[in-house]
């Protein structure tokens, strides 16, 4: 018999998708998170000790889930002096108490720095993944080989699914990102490019890779700032090093902005952020070139990208017009979650079969009960996807999620609304009741 969850990770990728009856889905989540947990627990001490702590030994109702999540904060509980002293030994030896695969096959003699250790992990076949790091401090997350694999199934119909778009290989990709680099959105532009791409078309901005050490310098200078003791040669010299790297990519974006106005009339698949988006526009205009001369089964996709840089108001209509009547994804993820939600018609975030929504309070520790309705509060989730790790999370966004039966779009189960906000302000840590008590577990274990 095939396992519950296998069930589920099949489904998400199944033309018949969001049709099926989301009670009778919750009821094999909660079996597929039982066969999960039963194989994680015997695999992660971490995991075992927050079960036992919780006295949680079998997963019968969602109630038995909230021990056994872990707050988002828990990827970046390595003290700073490992990175800072150069201690890969011990930096390695806090991953695995996140990790189920064994980490030891990892070379680590005469690693240079943080982004070295990293590609170090990846070329021993542990798919490190790391956030942005916006207070200063990098999230590290461990991938395995095996969750690339099941991901890419998905990524197949998350993009054009709702869009009745199948990826076929063959259209010009336009990514404006780095090529490489241990970050989910990278990453998920490869796949895109993989998926959807002619070969011989596809087209990054930078084929140099993004560091996560220049990201994680840039974001700790922005806090030091804020909290005012940046020194001035500090400053000036990274906006001296931002400006060059600036130049040098708005000279890269003007080269491939020729590429994707030449391909306008043809399907492309194009990805980019706000701020890019407008600058194609602006050069099209320059050039001659109306609104509404992009084909009409192009794929583009827009998001983020405004921090210190000033559009009007109306930037998004401007661009919506410019491209015309293409077909717009918009997915809902984070580095923690594998599993995407797309959005429909009615603007509606879909939550795929092989991911348990969980809604909590803002400490994380009261389950916050469904109901045929809205219900509020901080976003947590169960991951079936994951090989690598445990996907049990506690997030960092406040959401609204619909538990009705039924969306406006006519497709089933529960969807996320929009806004969704952050609980914690830019450069400022998260506070979640159960952190310090699995800070302290890590930190005990690494140093044991």
């Known amino acids: 018999m095939t396992p519950v969850r296998r069930q589920l990770l099949d489904l998400c990728s199944a033309p018949d998708h969001y049709e099926r009856d989301p009670r009778e889905i919750a009821e094999m989540q909660l079996l597929a998170a039982q066969e999960l947990f039963e194989q994680r627990v015997e695999q992660l001490p971490l995991l075992k000790r927050r079960a036992d702590d919780g006295a949680v030994t079998r997963i019968g109702k969602l109630d038995d889930l909230l021990p056994l999540l872990l707050p988002h904060t828990a990827y970046k509980s390595y003290p700073p002096s490992f990175i800072e002293q150069g201690r890969w030994d011990r930096m390695l030896q806090w991953l695995q108490t996140l990790s189920v695969e064994n980490l030891g096959d990892t070379d680590i003699r005469d690693v240079s720095g943080v982004d070295d ?3 170090r992990l ?11 790091g916006t207070s200063g401090k990098c999230s590290f997350l461990n991938r395995s080989l095996r969750d690339r694999e099941q991901l890419r199934e998905y990524f197949k119909v998350v993009m054009g699914g709702f869009l009745g778009l199948t990826p076929k290989q063959d259209r010009p990709v336009f990514q404006l990102f780095p090529k490489g680099g241990p970050n989910y959105g990278v990453q998920s532009s490869l796949m895109n490019a993989e998926l959807w791409g002619r070969p011989g078309d596809i087209h990054f901005l930078s084929d140099e890779p993004l560091k996560i050490s220049e990201v994680s310098r840039a974001a700790t200078l922005r806090k030091r700032m804020k909290e005012g003791v940046a020194t001035p040669t500090e400053i000036a010299d ?10 040098q990519s708005q000279v890269r974006l003007q080269q491939m902005v020729e590429k994707i106005l030449a391909h306008r009339h043809e399907p492309i698949f194009l990805s980019g952020m706000w701020a890019q988006h407008w600058i194609i526009m ?10 509404g001369e992009f084909h009409p089964d192009s794929l583009v996709a827009a998001g983020g990208g405004l921090k210190g840089i000033a559009l009007p108001d109306d930037y998004e209509q401007q661009i919506n017009r410019f491209y015309g009547n293409v077909k717009r994804p918009k997915n809902y993820g984070m580095t923690e979650m594998a599993l995407m939600l797309p959005r429909c018609e009615a603007q509606r975030y879909h939550v795929p079969a092989g991911l348990i929504p969980l809604v909590v309070n803002a400490n994380a520790d009261e389950l916050i009960g469904r109901v045929d309705g809205v219900v509020e509060g901080r976003f947590a989730f169960v991951d079936l996807l994951f090989e690598g790790r445990w996907g049990g999370v506690i997030g960092g966004d406040r959401v609204r999620i619909d538990f009705a039966p039924t969306c406006a779009c006519g497709r089933r189960g529960p969807v996320l609304l929009e806004p969704i906000t952050r609980f914690a302000a830019p450069g400022e840590d998260d506070h979640i009741g159960c ?3 699995i800070d302290a577990y890590l930190r005990g274990a690494v140093e044991a």
């Open 282 to 291: 602006q050069t099209a205009r320059a050039m001659g070139i109306g609104d």
């Open 122 to 132: 990846w070329a021993a076949g542990h798919q490190v993944m790391a956030t942005s």
């Open 435 to 437: 952190a310090g008590t």
């Open 117 to 119: 250790w990293v590609e």
């Open 238 to 247: 990274f906006e001296a090093e931002s400006a060059a790297k600036n130049r």
